[in-house]
């Protein structure tokens, strides 16, 4: 291991609670901690052993919420429970990875860090560590702010795009000219017509000491607060003081905070096979379907004059359909939905219904 | 209570394994344990509680499947062990209501027999409990085969029907002049129009000795294989006398080896609420709809744009459905079936398909 590798450091950001997989997922259950493609393996624990390829397991930590901490733990028992950093309330990323930061730099001043989510995909890993490899070392020779950039293909109206500049800064690494939140699809397309936009995957790679100048720069209030228990991180003080402090940050996203402010940040475009698995919908798109284009995941099916159907359900059970085409079965539990495809947009407004109902158990 | 009622006793007839209504009932747990209608109560405990307005608990007898006694017992704990026959062996019915006869009659020489399907519905209680006291009397009086004749509502092509002589032999009985089984449509219907036919509902009332004397004349080798147990019966040494003998009856129904050929077979028409709950579309029928013409069994159900399903889950299961119409949903344990209702005919090929996939654990 070299020593730009010895200097790596991974942080899972892990606290979501992805509401739009219910009843799959749960708020006591987040879809990080569901094996979501029938591979055996929680979609944390998959990102975990894909980032083993980047650094040694002590040197990967997790963020999230102390109402997760036990799961990750269970899904993760390599890890020491110092590397699992617990926000006490939900603020968004910045402040997440301030603290991450801040955390980092007083284990290693040279420490590079990664962020990325806990509940992606991506297939191609050869590529996606030697991409990571590239940017580490880009960042921390360069002090720069990297985010991978994802190649996109189509025109999709439910992300974040990068735009870049064509010279190339670096082989194969560009500056970045701006961020777009989600645009609408005239927008998108004409962003893949201009051909210099890439799909913002949430995976940013820095020096921990160069991420926190820029919060010095343009989140100062979140870095003072957090910067305030410097002696406290890394000692069994650590815990309390976030517990007092972090409620205490602003909620807002390291995008909105950091990387749409900062003049340092750049972006490698890469392609490896990367689904943010953010809808049912993506879920089916990347999933082996049968001769009548259904996915049935994990559970035994008897399927007649059924198409184009996504069937989820525990491994043990038999699911048994007749003259349905184009739903979602999601069976979990003591929750079981059967809904169009088409309108899956609209599962998070019944999550609503249900506690409205005042039936939260079920959520 | 008097002495008509002293001898009357009930044999219900708890053996059938319900294959239509799998996925509630299975082959370890059929239709008559269950609570198919959302009452708290199983169809076996409706029917036993039904009978005490006609015999105390002690004079009520259960005849099943040995696979079934332990439920029996636990639905009814009054039962003490000698109130359960279990048959060795499926054989229909003829074989099994000798065996009862012979049983009652060595227990009691004047005993009355009411014989009764466990998994039918009956709602107007009083009238049943008048008309089957009116059977008991006729039947021990006049030595007569005695059945009731449920009064047809439409041209039902999946019951038997019952042929009867428009002249009352007594107050309300009538002599019976043919039984037709599971007649075609145009057949249904011009019974109907002629007036003078009943649908058979299984529900006999004879004298065990009256009954007996009809198995010498008309179904003798049933008779000649059981009653060599004569000694037997009511001692410790029945089931063993029972295990050897009955596999080797005839498998035919009383109704072909006794009461198509009787000529002492009475019917009284009645009209109690009565629905052999044959179908899923059956329980459908006679259950409270919402606006939307959807049951909702038991469970919790949030549904949109649904109509005319039939959903019946566990009573802790949230179910949500979007965009179905006239769909049977049944999720119980391991099994999930969803069929449009107008299909249920075909739910028994499913099960078989399902024992063709070699998962016959889900039967």
New interface residues.
């Given amino acids: 291991m070299n020593s730009t590798q010895n200097n790596i450091y991974v942080t899972i950001m892990a606290g979501g609670v992805g509401s739009r997989f219910w ?1 799959a997922s749960r708020n006591a259950r987040p879809k990080q901690f569901l094996d979501m493609l029938g591979l055996g393996k929680s979609l944390l624990r998959l990102t975990f052993e894909r980032f083993l390829k980047v650094c040694p397991a002590e040197q990967i930590y997790v963020m999230t919420n102390q109402q997760y901490r036990a799961q990750v733990l269970e899904h993760l028992p390599e890890l020491k429970g110092h590397q699992i950093l617990c926000e006490p309330s939900r603020n968004n990323t910045a402040p997440c990875i301030a603290y991450a930061a801040l955390k980092l730099k007083k284990t290693n001043p040279n420490a590079t860090m990664i962020v990325a989510p806990s509940d992606h995909l991506i297939t191609d890993e050869t590529t996606f560590v030697a991409k990571i490899q590239q940017a580490a070392k880009f960042a921390s020779e360069q002090q720069a702010l990297v985010t991978l950039g994802i190649q996109p293909h189509q025109a999709h109206t439910g992300y974040g795009y990068i735009k870049y500049q064509a010279a190339a800064a670096a082989p194969g690494v560009h500056r970045v000219d701006a961020f777009t939140e989600k645009p609408d699809k005239a927008t998108a397309e004409s962003f893949l017509q201009e051909g210099n936009y890439l799909w913002n995957g949430g995976i940013f790679i820095w020096q921990a000491a160069t991420v926190l100048e820029a919060y010095i720069q343009y989140a100062n209030s979140i870095y003072e607060v957090l910067y305030a228990g410097w002696d406290q991180y890394n000692t069994s003080k650590e815990q309390s003081f976030i517990n007092e402090a972090y409620p205490k940050t602003e909620s807002i996203s390291v995008d909105y905070a950091i990387m749409e402010n900062a003049d340092n940040v750049y972006t490698i475009p890469a392609d490896f096979g990367w689904s943010d698995l953010g809808t049912w919908d993506s879920i089916y798109q990347i999933q082996e379907k049968d001769e009548a284009q259904n996915v049935v995941s994990q559970c ?1 099916a ?1 399927l ?1 004059d059924t198409s184009g159907c996504l069937i989820h ?1 525990d491994p ?9 085409d184009d739903y979602i ?1 999601v ?1 979990d539990k ?7 495809k088409a ?1 899956e947009q ?1 599962i998070k407004a ?1 999550t609503k ?2 506690k409205d ?1 005042g ?1 939260a158990q ?1 959520l």
Same sequence: chains 1, 2.
């Fill in positions: 009843p035994n008897l007649q359900a043990k059970k038999m699911i048994v359909v007749k003259g349905l079965i069976d003591d929750v079981l939905m059967i809904f169009p309108e609209s019944i219904a249900v109902q039936k079920y």
